[in-house]
């Protein structure tokens, strides 16, 4: 949680987000549709974060390539993952197959878990948040 810790500063709440995998179709459209909303969540108290297990580089290109604007962490440890239930491991066919559960959260400035959401679909996922949350 350390590794959030800043965050929790900036604003009364926190709404971090894990993701699979940078330039992923999917995960493009919530880091766009979280950016391209970033100032209606910043203006209600709200910051955003982005997780996933890719490098600090690959995130760096990630938000050069597809001009974004939140902030993302990297979580190659799969640490923050594990804390937040937002990694599956499952013995599919004798084979361990490992994976990020797309999940979102809302932090108080403590790091407290207000609000989860789990399994969600990226594409329509911002828009329901900021409905849920009554942002405006």
């Not at 993701?19 to 549709?33: L, V």
């Not at 600090?56 to 290109?61: A, F, L, P, V």
């Amino acid at each position: 949680m350390d590794t959030l810790t800043p965050y929790f500063k900036k604003y009364p709440q926190t709404i971090v987000y894990f993701y699979p995998k940078d330039n992923t179709p999917g995960c493009t459209i919530e880091a766009h549709d979280f950016s391209i909303y970033k100032n209606i969540f910043n203006k209600n108290g709200i910051g955003i974060v982005g997780i996933s297990k890719d490098s600090e580089k690959s995130h760096n290109n990630f938000i050069e390539k597809q001009c974004l604007t939140i902030d993302l962490v990297s979580d190659e440890d799969i640490s923050l993952h594990k804390k937040f239930w937002a990694w599956w491991e499952k013995n599919m066919y004798g084979k361990i197959v490992q994976w990020t559960i797309r999940s979102t959260f809302l932090l108080d400035q403590n790091g407290k878990v207000v609000k989860e959401w789990k399994n969600v679909k990226a594409a329509g996922h911002v828009e329901k948040l900021m409905k849920e949350l009554n942002l405006k």
